[in-house]
């Protein structure tokens, strides 16, 4: 299995470490050949040496295994328009504590987020969870399960069993959105948690378009 190498590999690297900072997440995901935005990570004290090879407008992220929220620390900065303000948004959030470096990404388009988690349950094994993500997860929680690994059937089949899953074809006259691009990252995500080396991942949220997606937030945790 692919991805059980590209894990393998990742956790091998950092042999003895359980949390990955975004930008190492986004960085498998994207060897897996997930979307994930072009970014770049600059540890705490790095600067900008001219202008980063990204298109504005740019979000700006604190980055720490110690911090669990980003928001909930002010850690965020989005629709960064200019270079100006690109460096006063890396020195702010690089003053927040027990921040190690920051990640600048290019934006995303809005899009319907979804979100797309795996944990390893002491009973079941591998699992995997889909539901609407962003606030939608919190409030509704209108989410589904299915133990890994999955079939694209089974994909479809998890994608179905969520109330919300009548946004897909369309809202309002809406264009339907990339169904097909969806059950490839659901299976994607249950062969990383069939592998038996991650505890948890957790893509929230992830953006789905008309044509593709774009996974905006990603973290991950090796098993103990």
């Known amino acids: 299995m692919r991805e059980a190498e590209i894990i393998r590999d990742c956790i091998g690297r950092d042999r003895g470490r359980k949390v990955f900072l975004e930008h190492e997440v986004k960085g498998l995901l994207a060897e897996m050949g997930l979307p994930v935005p ?25 980055s720490s295994e110690k911090i669990a929220s980003k928001t909930d620390v002010g850690g965020v900065k989005i629709g960064i328009g200019s ?24 934006m995303a388009p809005p899009g319907l ?30 989410v589904s399960f299915g133990l890994a690994p999955l079939t694209p059937d089974d994909a479809r089949w998890v994608i179905s069993q969520i109330k919300g899953h009548v946004l897909l074809g369309g809202y309002r006259g809406g264009p339907p959105l990339d169904k097909d691009r969806l059950t490839e990252m659901i299976v994607s995500v249950s062969e990383v948690m069939a592998t038996g080396l991650v505890g948890e991942i957790d893509l ?16 991950m945790q090796t098993r103990a």
């Open 204 to 219: 929230n949220p992830v953006a789905l378009y008309a044509d593709g997606a774009m996974i905006l937030d990603a973290k």
């Open 83 to 106: 270079e100006e303000e690109l460096r006063l948004a890396v020195q702010e959030l690089s003053r927040i504590e027990h921040a190690e470096g920051v990640l600048v990404e290019e």
């Open 38 to 62: 072009r970014g770049t990570f600059l540890r705490k004290g790095e600067t900008l040496s001219g202008k980063p090879d990204l298109a504005y407008p740019l979000a700006v992220k604190v």
């Open 113 to 142: 987020e979804v979100i797309i988690g795996g944990i390893t349950d002491s009973q079941f094994g591998p699992v995997v969870m889909f539901g609407l993500g962003g606030v939608f997860v919190e409030v509704f929680k209108d």
